[in-house]
């Protein structure tokens, strides 16, 4: 057993690394103690040289970015929930600072973006269409006012569908931090509009393109639903999950 002179507690001499000058060869710190002082030296630094900090990450970025990448997908792979949360954590904090390097990055990437979307819609039509209905959709629940085309799908007018939003507000109840839902946190990490039977799945379904939209659509199958539940579930219920959608290209 040896002392930790930071933590000030007795460990397993195996929790010390090896030091040629030090007492019985190893460290006066523990590796946990040494790996927190580590943060903490890091942290002070980054916060007393902010500038060459982010200098220091985007030539890291540039030099080893898809390493990176993949290092970042495969620990969300494994932990979904915790990456979850950290992204709303951060974007909650830096709501306007994200929102603007998300417009900046589309438009630096738009000529790719626009591409890669108008194969996919050429290559199922069913997915241009509802594409339209959910812009059409989203504009409808601000403004309060519908195409008769978009009543059809819903089978109701849209202020009924307000309604029943607005009922199930209450009817839902806070989430885990607390929140309330409303028309103020309806975005990407507050609540969704939610298909209780995914799109994907009536197109596995059904084959008649105008079906899939009135199944879909249809305002018994929309709900308003926490962001956090409609990742998890996705586009998956029992007894069907959703084939790999494929990556879209990134820009270099």
């Known amino acids: ?65 898809d390493e ?37 990055r589309y438009a630096r990437n738009k000529p790719k973006a626009t591409e890669y979307v108008t194969k996919r819609h050429a290559e199922n039509p069913i997915l241009r269409m509802h594409a339209c209905v959910v812009a059409e959709f989203n504009l409808a629940l601000k403004t309060g006012k519908a195409s008769h085309y978009l009543e059809s799908l819903l089978d109701c007018p849209i202020a009924q569908v307000i309604k029943e939003f607005e009922e199930k ?28 039977v995914p799109f994907h799945v009536w197109r596995k379904l059904l084959t008649d393109p105008e079906q899939v939209l009135k199944s879909c659509w249809n305002h018994t199958n929309l709900r308003p639903w926490w962001s956090d539940d409609n990742w998890k579930k996705g586009a998956n219920i029992p007894g069907y999950k959703r084939e790999p959608k494929p990556w879209m290209p990134r820009a270099s």
């Open 1 to 65: 057993m040896k002392w930790c002179t930071r933590c000030k507690k007795f460990h397993d001499e195996s929790e010390f690394s090896k030091r040629g000058d030090g007492g019985k060869g190893l460290r006066s710190q523990c590796k946990k103690c040494r790996s927190l002082e580590g943060t903490e030296r890091n942290i002070a630094w980054r916060a007393a040289h902010p500038e060459e900090a982010r200098e220091r990450d985007h030539a890291r970025r540039v030099a080893k970015g």
């Open 68 to 104: 990176i990448r993949e290092k970042e997908r495969a620990r969300y792979a494994a932990h979904p929930e915790k990456g979850r949360a950290k992204s709303h954590k951060y974007y909650t904090s830096h709501s306007e600072e994200c929102r603007a390097s998300q417009r900046a």
């Open 169 to 196: 507000f209450a009817l839902y109840g806070p989430d885990p931090s607390g929140r309330v839902m409303s028309w103020e946190n309806h975005h990407r990490f507050g609540w969704h509009v939610e298909h209780i």
